[in-house]
């Protein structure tokens, strides 16, 4: 006689089976070295838990840095990142994109300046488009970014730039080519991060100085994304409207993120360039445009 249940049983084990293996089979191990190289002081980059997080170690002999090994052009890339914990005043932890090119240099940064101990941990963002920089902005977090780690990404595509933190949009700088205003479009760039020292300008302006009684310094990545068109690859993914970051979805800022994003910049922000008058005298046309 034909026992039904064992057979039964038999069938959601083989099921359960094929669907974990294509699981595992279309799982993209997110590790370190797949899509990154070591730049600077590899001595002070720890990998951790097989790749799939680092340690970046700060002290009074080196700080350190790593990149990508391709460059993209348009997409979105995000980490998650623990900053340095307690006294981290003239640490500068940076997750930024970059062209590496000299006199017209794209560039794209997330600058975590440290602070002293009890003070709101500060972000710096700056965007260089076609050589031309200097259009810093400045966020306190709203959380203690050294508890435990946070998603920070760029979003890059022909309608605009939006950097943000655990999915709340801190800055958006657009595309106003058609107002005369460069835009970041046709020189690719690398994926960059560093932990270095900067106490000459990062707390308060550089009141502020290392302690190193402190040191060293550590800092904690992982869960590292990229989704973009690599350069080399083929010449067309760049201006494909198909890519999922260039959808309509991501042409704008949709109604929640636009409220969160009035939300940071009408309570947390610190500094922006395009109010400074003592710098510009005359506001920025990107600023009067709107960004």
Known sequence: MINMTSISNKIVIFLLLIVSTSLVADAKPATFLQDFRITWSDSHIKQLDGGRAIQLILDQNSGCGFASKSQYLFGRVSMKIKLIPGDSAGTVTAFY????TDQVRDELDFEFLGNRTGQPYSVQTNVYAHGKGDREQRVNLWFDPAADYHTYSILWNH???VFSVDEVPIRVYKNNEAKGIPFPKFQPMGVYSTLWEADDWA???GLEKINWSKAPFYAYYKDFDIEGCPVPGPSSCASNPSNWWEGSSYQQLDAIAARRYRWVRMNH?????????SRYPVTPPECVAGI
């Not at 994109?97 to 590496?100: A, G």
């Not at 500094?271 to 400074?276: I, K, P, S, V």
């Open 97 to 100: 994109m970059n062209s590496d």
């Open 159 to 161: 309608h605009h730039v």
């Open 203 to 205: 707390t308060r302006g």
């Open 269 to 277: 922000m610190v500094y922006d360039y395009c109010t400074d008058k």
